[in-house]
């Protein structure tokens, strides 16, 4: 049996393609795959699935997506994250994906 508990998915460059785009009003869009939820609702019977993002003005477009998808978000700065998953986790029950140079700290 395993050990693994929870996957924590950074949303920003790993669920999107890591780019916002922007109007004179500000942050207004992030792509999101299509089929993401697919794979991570067959995950969701064998492990808890949370997303991340430290992107405090895009927030509420990654918390609809992630609400659609039927999961959790968190707003985590990428330099607290560390601390944030120790607080919350063993970290040997924990699978964490992002793809920043912060996001392991």
Not at 57 to 77: A, H, Q
Not at 80 to 85: F, Y
């Amino acid at each position: 049996m395993s050990s693994l508990k929870v996957l924590i998915l950074d949303v920003d460059g790993v669920m999107t393609d890591g780019k916002f785009y922007y109007s004179n009003k500000g942050k207004i869009m992030k792509v999101f795959g299509a089929d993401d939820n697919d794979a991570l609702s067959m995950l969701r019977e064998y492990i808890e699935i949370i997303f991340v993002t430290g992107d405090k003005k895009g927030f509420s477009i990654s918390k609809k997506r992630t609400d659609d998808m039927g999961f959790k978000i968190n707003l985590v700065s990428t330099i607290k994250r560390i601390d944030w998953i120790k607080d919350k986790y063993k970290l040997s029950e924990v699978i964490y994906m992002g793809d920043g140079i912060f996001d392991h700290y």
